[in-house]
């Protein structure tokens, strides 16, 4: 908030509070149907605890993406005032004091702060502080025109040509309207999807009372480990789902650095002697993931990343053991919980007398649960003497279900092939961080056209300015770079020692990207001709990339809304076939082999 609203604190604290009480209240709500709902289901009421986590995370970066949204939208007006105020005085500060009192309010905070850098008495070093909390990179471009501009003069006024503030902003409008109308388009082709994801989720209890009232004996499935299992599984699916649309709608985002729980945790003395030694064995494949890690934007190193898996791999292995010990409890319980189905067609002289039926067994399967009693003539006598029941119908099948029920309670324990489910979970978590990368490994190829079309739009604004060199070009590309940032960053640092050999060197290291390699041709060719000449092309092709960017980002947004609503179908369609069509196929295949047996 405080980069996007460089407000006073107050304000700030103020409309932060505002963005998370909405998302708390909403979280809230969900939370608590899901409680109310659960009916003493623990895990369906951590589902919707974690459920409730996800929408306060997901509210609020709606809430952040529509005030960003707004300050993109409000900075184009802006941009057109400035433009007019220039032609007019000439003088850069001049044309931006004289704009803030025209401007939203929004957009004036952020150009009065714009304002007091370029009239600052260190304007590189103010830039460069402004570089690390700037909201996007259009109010740094501007700035960036705005300084240079400052500094070396408008050599367009003095040869009475176009200005180079007029030619520079213009490149930058028409790269932000771009912006603006991709970002429009893909907001509307999958703003629900994200919801979409979680919704089934919320629809878990109402699927399972309509089954109940619908079908007799299908409670026996949802109530048992079949239900504990199909909620953890639909809630997996649901979070996986969400996880992967939430990444196609924000693009590659740094996320983790080395200050994370993982890299902490892989500094822990006997933990970080132990994965020393694997990174030392497997140094090459250490080295291979080190730049898959990078190239996402992913920090933390091998080592933590190593430890990362590790973790996830024993989580997945203990809280597997956790369900399936839960499950097997739960059916061991429900074994002698309900004889309900037991006695529905017994003829009995009144509907109290079979609920009392159904009473004893339940009592007497509680009270005789050992060897000793396991049987159905003695049980018949004890429940005679001691109850109600005198009959011996009755009696007799009050005590036949329940050495039944004890019987089937005696053959539900803890399996040995319980471990071996626990150990392939835990491999397939183990290998969750890689797909993770390789899920943001395909989104950043996705963008990556597009931070090329961003370089063409940043170079027809340098080549505007005058004293533009080879580090001026790639600080201002390493600034407004997601995909080729590390490899950009890299390219800076061995500049000095041999300029030629560190470009090519940035060549080699992204040689199957055909038009970077063909972007870093034209910044070499900067060392023998100027920058006008050796980016001639993209003014004069202007036309042509204008058009390819639109079409381009037509390409990419209609690729990721069909991606975003396939996957955003995968939760309703599973939450229906496990927990509707299963239950009953399940129930339908036991009646049909009850109906065998018999015959």
């Given amino acids: 908030v405080q980069a996007l609203y460089p407000a006073d604190e107050v304000s700030i604290s103020k409309r932060a509070t505002n963005y998370l009480t909405t998302a708390f209240a909403i979280s809230i709500s969900v939370a608590t149907l899901a409680i109310i709902s659960a009916n003493g289901d623990v895990f369906y009421i951590l589902c919707g605890l974690l459920v409730g986590y996800l929408m306060i995370d997901l509210i609020v970066n709606i809430r952040l993406e529509s005030l960003e949204n707004k300050l993109l939208s409000e900075f184009k007006d802006f941009l057109d005032n400035v433009l007019h105020r220039y032609n007019m005085c000439h003088i850069v500060t001049d044309a931006i004091y004289e704009t803030l009192n025209t401007s939203s309010f929004l957009v004036s905070l952020h150009t009065q702060r714009i304002h007091s850098i370029i009239t600052s008495q260190d304007i590189d070093f103010e830039t460069n502080k402004y570089r690390k909390m700037s909201p996007n990179r259009f109010l740094l471009m501007f700035l960036a025109i705005c300084s240079s501009i400052t500094k070396s003069g408008d050599t367009g006024f003095r040869n009475n040509t176009v200005s180079d503030f007029t030619k520079s902003v213009n490149n930058l409008k028409e790269g932000l309207n771009e912006e603006i109308l991709k970002r429009n388009s893909l907001q509307n082709a999958i703003q629900l999807a994200p919801f979409m994801t979680l919704l089934p989720l919320v629809f878990i209890k109402p699927i399972e009372a309509w089954a109940k009232s619908n079908f007799d004996g299908i409670e026996t499935y949802f109530e048992g480990a079949y239900?504990?299992?199909?909620?953890?599984?639909?809630?997996?699916?649901?979070?996986?789902?969400?996880?992967?649309?939430?990444?196609?709608?924000?693009?590659?985002?740094?996320?983790?650095?080395?200050?994370?729980?993982?890299?902490?945790?892989s500094r822990m003395k006997y933990v970080d002697e132990s994965l020393n030694k694997y990174i030392n064995h497997n140094k090459s494949k250490a080295e291979r993931t080190n730049k898959r890690l990078k190239a996402i934007g992913c920090n933390i190193g091998p080592k933590a990343f190593m430890m990362k898996r590790l973790v996830y791999g024993l989580i997945g292995f203990v809280c597997t053991l956790i369900i399936l010990c839960s499950a097997f409890i739960q059916e061991r319980i429900l074994a002698t919980a309900n004889f309900a189905a037991n006695f529905e067609n017994s003829i009995v002289i009144s509907e109290e007398?079979?609920?009392?039926?159904?009473?004893v067994a339940e009592d007497y399967s509680q009270m005789y649960d050992g060897k000793e009693y396991r049987d159905v003539e003695t049980l018949k006598e004890i429940i005679k003497q001691d109850t109600q029941i005198k009959t011996d119908a009755s009696a007799t099948e009050?005590?036949?279900?329940?050495?039944?029920?004890?019987?089937?309670?005696?053959?539900?324990?803890?399996?040995?092939?319980?471990?071996?489910?626990?150990?392939?979970?835990?491999?397939?978590?183990?290998?969750?961080p890689s797909l993770m990368i390789r899920i943001k490994e395909k989104i950043v190829d996705m963008d990556k056209e597009d931070e090329i079309n961003q370089f063409r739009i940043i170079m027809s604004i340098l080549i505007n300015i005058n004293g533009v060199t080879i580090n001026t070009i790639l600080e201002w590309l390493q600034n407004f770079s997601s995909s080729y940032h590390i490899t950009i960053s890299q390219c800076i640092l061995n500049l000095e020692y041999d300029e030629e050999k560190a470009l090519r060197d940035m060549q080699r290291a992204e040689k199957n990207d055909i038009p970077f390699c063909?972007?870093?041709?034209?910044?070499?060719?900067?060392?023998?001709?100027?920058?006008?000449?050796?980016?001639?092309?993209?003014?004069?092709d202007k036309e042509y990339y204008r058009d390819k960017r639109k079409q381009d980002n037509e390409i990419m947004n209609r690729k990721k809304a069909e991606k975003a609503n396939i996957v955003s179908m995968i939760p309703l369609?599973?939450?229906?076939?496990?927990?509707?069509?299963?239950?009953?196929?399940?129930m339908s295949l036991e009646m049909f082999s009850t109906l065998q047996n018999a015959l």
């Fill in 353 to 359: 007398y079979r609920e009392m039926m159904e009473m």
């Fill in 398 to 432: 009050v005590a036949t279900a329940i050495v039944n029920a004890l019987d089937k309670k005696d053959t539900i324990y803890f399996q040995w092939y319980y471990i071996l489910i626990a150990y392939i979970v835990s491999v397939i978590a183990f290998f969750i």
């Fill in 518 to 540: 063909n972007f870093v041709d034209n910044i070499i060719a900067v060392r023998k001709v100027n920058v006008k000449k050796a980016f001639g092309t993209i003014e004069t």
């Fill in 573 to 586: 369609f599973a939450t229906i076939i496990i927990h509707l069509i299963g239950p009953i196929l399940l």
């Fill in 227 to 265: 239900g504990i299992v199909a909620t953890v599984l639909l809630f997996l699916i649901c979070i996986g789902s969400h996880y992967y649309i939430r990444q196609l709608k924000d693009g590659k985002k740094i996320e983790e650095r080395e200050t994370s729980i993982w890299y902490k945790l």
